[in-house]
């Protein structure tokens, strides 16, 4: 972890900006002080690689859009492009875009704000935290040149390790892990700044639908799903409607097809696939969702369809 800080430090002192702006409320000359969260202003950034087993990997700048959010409790991260503002509130593999408390830097889940952080970050520090649906219990491990490494595990066997950059001020990287070891998630930062220049967005999301279909060289398929667009939990409604599909056709008489249309018998969407054909990570939209959607599937052969739908509610802010 020592020779990590070092690296980052050496880095970051060759590329003008990086890691400048937010990190460290200590002696400049020495580390960043951990006992309290950075402060940070609006146009602060962090660049993030991503890696999931179900996604192909991506990268995301993550922005601060607002400084007094929930009536000047929290900041507002949102991110510098709109397909990966769309692609972030689909996909839901980024619990850190929307608000961020200033006491904690915690992140809300399900409308509440979860204490990933407790500061001071101190050796063998304990606390207790929601992430991804889970309930986890968390331990610094470590203190090493200014970054806090945490270790947490939920009732299943899960595991995540995570580590705040007093440098940065904010996430240094992110692994999540199964029983088995394998990852699930992991988050790595490549870069960090201020004064960011640009329109940004913050998508906030909401699951709506999400099925995979697997023939597997079964007999020939017709299938129908249906499924209603309701409001945000929030109670406010979407504006626009986000799909993401994936499709897998093998050889000979494989092939597939997607339908989906709304309420009023409307084609909203509709994909056809032959032998051998394939796509992984489809985007787009449907504006304006509302009512109750049918989705209709055909398959024959070896076919594999997958498709994640999701609401979104847009938020834009020129910086």
């Known amino acids: 972890m020592r020779a990590y800080a070092l690296v980052l430090v050496m880095l970051c002192a060759s590329l003008s ?13 020495g580390d960043p002080d951990l006992s309290s969260p950075a402060n940070w202003s609006v146009g602060d950034w962090w660049l993030y690689t991503f890696s999931t087993p179900e996604w192909e990997d991506d990268s995301a700048r993550l922005v601060v859009a607002e400084v007094d959010a929930e009536d000047g409790t929290a900041y507002m991260l949102a991110i510098s492009s709109h397909r990966e503002a769309r692609r ?26 979860s204490p990933v952080f407790s500061f001071p970050l101190t050796q063998g520090k304990q606390w207790s935290f929601t992430l991804f649906g889970e309930d986890w219990n968390t331990t610094v491990t470590s203190i090493s040149s200014g970054v806090a490494t945490m270790y947490a595990e939920n009732a299943a066997g899960q595991s995540i390790l995570y580590s705040y950059d007093g440098w940065s001020g904010f996430l240094s990287s992110v692994t999540w892990q199964d029983v088995d070891g394998t990852d699930l998630l ?10 960011h220049s640009g329109e940004v967005w913050f998508i906030r999301g909401g699951d709506i639908f999400a099925k995979e279909y697997d023939n597997q060289g079964g007999a020939d398929a017709d299938v129908e799903d249906s499924f209603f667009v309701n409001d945000h939990p929030s109670g406010d409604g979407y504006d626009e409607m986000i799909y993401w599909l994936s499709a897998d056709m093998g050889g000979g008489t494989s092939s597939g097809t997607l339908t ?18 394939s796509e992984d990570g489809q985007m787009g939209t449907i504006p304006y969702p509302s009512g109750e959607y049918t989705l209709t599937i055909t398959q024959t052969g070896d076919s594999y369809i997958w498709i994640v739908v999701a609401g979104g509610i847009t938020y834009s802010w020129s910086l």
């Open 260 to 277: 989906l249309r709304d309420h009023a018998s409307i084609t909203a969407y509709a994909r056809e696939w032959g032998p051998g054909a």
């Open 17 to 29: 900006g990086c890691l400048g702006g937010s990190g460290g409320n200590g002696d400049p000359m």
């Open 88 to 113: 972030h509130a689909v996909l839901n593999h980024n619990p850190f875009l929307g608000r961020i408390t200033h006491d904690n830097l915690s992140a809300y889940e399900n409308g509440v704000p």
């Open 186 to 195: 992991r988050m790595r930062l490549v870069g960090s700044g201020v004064d």
